[in-house]
């Protein structure tokens, strides 16, 4: 086990050249000795390159990479001790389940006692002991990759990598796999990296997120931070669902009082002192509100910050979605399943201060959380 | 604007039964789901209401014609297929005017082009009219998809799968795009899908497949909350819902429910559950219970609720899911908070408040 840690990595492709892209820009990381971090973004966003060099199958174009205290940017992925599943399973088609996970402890020369309670010890706790003595070409898609997982985990490895492991398989056995793996990491407390581009994925197994796009990291933090403190538009549009309300406001100032009155919507926000300082000191008449889905509670017309009629409502078992039409705007709020409304009601929103952020529509950068 | 009807529909491909004995019929402007897994015949229903396949056995009627001889290009049915079955290299303007050539009776020129510039504007892609269909993300695709089968105003939509592949995002907006697009249109819709919550958000009725059989078919709140089976019951809801088998016993003139080989866990029913369990004493039902349902406590609440240690907790979205052990069981319970709870830590569950859903020991729902 071990800690890994990044110092302003870079990955140029065609490095030198005309063509050059810069697929990963100076990205600073530490993983503490047994933590479980998520690297979440959307495809192309540099993710799989920065796992792709952790794990030595990517030349660093630039910085250092250490596992532990060891820098590792000269070593070869064996010398390494990571362990890595990947998207495309890479089984071995010719051997059976228990053949392709005991394959590393073999060429180690393990003794067969070994071997066998190890192989059983991580089948059982990923529930695919019955596919022991099964071909990977007998096998759905989702299994193999649970395969290609156990595999990964049967050696006690540095750091264990999981790039896109739930891919081929379908909603509902991506939660029960999921959790298997979560179990038993948290049983050998191995450090674990996942690539991901499933937020529900990242939120529910890691305890940090990383969130990349284009190259760059948005911000690393847990989930509470990306959901109640996010450090821009696109980590607080790219992290929860129903995504965010962004909610065009102009920046206004009277004698009595300071607030947010909405362009394109009915209704305004007041703002504190402390907010309007925060306004004031970015230089900005317009600024972007952000307030999540969840965070809205319904209320009468008269009383929400904002005023609209219901467009529609959706029963979604578990909970609620409200669509109201505000103006030309329109905006969304997670409700209990039951709410009694119907089309053309109207409705008011409102929504506690705290949970209320603002951001800089050109620079897309938060300016406070909390108004 | 039509209704359509299936009656005893049959469809043997070879030796594997694709459909058993299905019936249904749709009502004049009804938005139907048909929901099931991967294999469960979905697609081959909407193939029979199309015409693209012959049922082996059974009738298919529109407004109370009978169609099945009839060819898919004669019964004024618009489909969208799960891959968008577009011309790639043609315009999307092209696109949309291929429909009409098919027709027996085109309108005009002039009200072609009004008519695919009305839908276009609708679904917002009027601005893409001259772009090559290859060109476009799959998310624009499948909105020409959705336009072309407009334009020649169908009696009957056919949908299959039409937001498999957008990303999540989108797919919130397009559900409240449809939303809208059936309210505006009023045309009698047939679509397929294996994501219960676009099911919920969109049907008027759903229809539950499986194994080529119909497993139910009720409105939104009729299959989440009075599924005909455990099978309807595990289809809709995330987490998935917790089905156990219990003891049914009468105890000093009380009835009581005991988890079978965990007696400690055990509680009082009431209500309507209650006097369906009531009918029951002394046998096995299996009672299930949905995740959120369950009143929990970190501290202990009262004598009805069952103490037992945390396995493992995950973020949950905007909740939290904890996953305890019932007896020998695994139970999913969603918080009402995304409040952090320590793996291993004591919980309280009192399952005495949570809505009962009742099905015998082979599954089906309990009357």
């Known amino acids: ?371 | 604007m039509a209704r359509v009807a299936l009656k005893n529909v049959t469809v043997d491909y070879g030796t594997t039964v694709a459909l058993k004995n299905i019936s249904f019929e749709t009502e004049d402007g009804e938005f139907l789901v048909i929901l099931g897994p991967a294999g469960a015949g979905k697609t081959t229903t909407l193939k029979v209401a199309a015409g693209l396949v012959k049922p082996t056995r059974g009738r298919v009627f529109m407004d109370g014609e009978d169609v099945t001889d009839k060819p898919g290009n004669l019964r004024n049915v618009a489909m969208t297929f799960e891959d968008y079955a577009l011309y790639p290299t043609f315009s999307v303007r092209q696109n949309l005017e291929n429909p009409f050539g098919a027709m027996e009776n085109p309108p005009t020129k002039e009200e072609q082009e009004a008519k695919v510039m009305e839908v276009a504007k609708m679904l917002q892609i009027d601005h893409l009219l001259d772009r090559r269909v290859d060109q476009m993300s799959g998310g624009q695709k499948q909105r020409v998809s959705l336009a072309r089968s407009m334009v020649r105003q169908p009696q009957i939509f056919l949908f299959d799968e039409p937001l498999s592949h957008v990303d999540a995002k989108i797919r919130h907006a397009m559900r409240a795009e449809l939303h809208r697009l059936a309210s505006a249109m009023a045309t009698t819709t047939i679509y397929v899908t294996h994501d219960y919550v676009e099911a919920l958000s969109l049907g008027d009725r759903i229809i539950v497949i499986d194994k080529g059989e119909i497993r139910q078919i009720g409105t939104p709140h009729e299959i989440y909350h009075k599924p005909s089976c455990e099978f309807v019951a595990n289809v809709v809801g995330q987490p998935n819902i917790n089905i156990y088998p219990f003891l049914v016993k009468q105890e000093n003139g009380n009835l009581m429910v005991e988890l079978k080989d965990t007696p400690q866990c055990n509680f009082s029913p009431n209500g309507e559950a209650g006097s369906v369990l009531a009918k029951h004493v002394g046998g096995v039902v299996h009672i299930g219970f949905r995740p959120q349902d369950i009143r929990y406590s970190l501290t202990p609440i009262n004598s009805h609720a069952f103490s037992t240690k945390i396995e493992l907790y995950e973020l949950w979205g905007r909740r939290g899911m904890v996953m305890a052990l019932l007896g020998e069981h695994e139970m999913r319970v969603l918080t009402d908070t995304d409040t952090r709870i320590d793996i291993g830590s004591q919980i309280w569950l009192d399952l005495s408040k949570a809505p009962l859903y009742l099905f015998d020991e082979s599954g089906n729902q309990l009357t």
């Open chain 1, 1 to 371: 086990m071990a800690s890994v840690t990044l110092e302003n990595v870079w990955k140029i492709y065609n490095h030198g050249q005309k063509n050059a892209v810069e697929a990963v820009r100076d990205v600073n990381l530490t993983v503490q000795d047994g933590e479980f971090i998520a690297f979440l973004g959307p495809s192309g966003c540099g993710k799989t390159s920065i796992l792709r060099m952790i794990a030595g199958l990517e030349h660093i174009s630039r910085g250092a990479i250490r596992i532990g205290d060891i820098v590792v940017n000269n070593l070869s992925p064996d010398q390494r001790n990571i362990a890595m599943a990947f998207e495309t399973y890479a089984l071995y088609p010719h051997m059976n389940v228990r053949e392709n996970m005991s394959f590393c402890l073999r060429a180690r020369n393990w003794e067969t006692e070994k071997i066998d309670t190890r192989v059983n010890e991580v089948a059982q706790a990923l529930h695919i002991e019955h596919l022991l003595e099964k071909r990977p070409s007998e096998l759905p898609g989702g299994q193999q990759q649970l395969v290609s997982v156990a595999r990964a985990m049967i050696r006690q490895p540095n750091v264990f990598l999981l790039d896109e492991p739930f891919s081929h398989s379908d909603a509902s056995q991506r939660v029960i796999i999921r959790t298997e793996i979560k179990r038993l990491v948290n049983k050998t407390h191995t450090t674990t990296i996942l690539v991901t581009h499933d937020q529900h994925e990242a939120v529910a197994m890691a305890d940090r997120i990383m969130v990349m796009n284009f190259a760059e990291v948005q911000q690393v933090g847990t989930a509470a931070d990306l959901f109640h403190k996010p450090a821009n538009m696109f980590v607080a549009g790219f992290v929860g669902e129903p995504a965010i309300n962004f909610i065009k406001c102009k920046y206004a100032k009277t004698s009595e009082q300071v607030s947010l009155v909405c362009s394109e919507m009915l209704g305004c926000f007041p703002i504190s002192q402390e907010a309007a300082q925060a306004i004031e000191a970015a230089g900005v008449d317009e600024v972007m509100v952000g307030i999540r889905p969840q965070e809205f509670k319904v209320t009468t017309s008269d009383k929400g910050y904002i005023q609209g009629s219901v467009s529609f409502f959706e029963f979604l078992g578990e909970e609620g979605h409200l669509i109201v039409d505000s103006n030309e705007g329109q905006v969304t709020a997670v409700t209990d399943p039951y709410l009694d409304v119907k089309e053309g009601d109207s409705v008011g929103l409102i929504v506690e201060r705290s949970e209320i952020f603002v951001f800089d529509p050109k620079t897309e950068k938060a300016i406070c959380h909390g108004v």
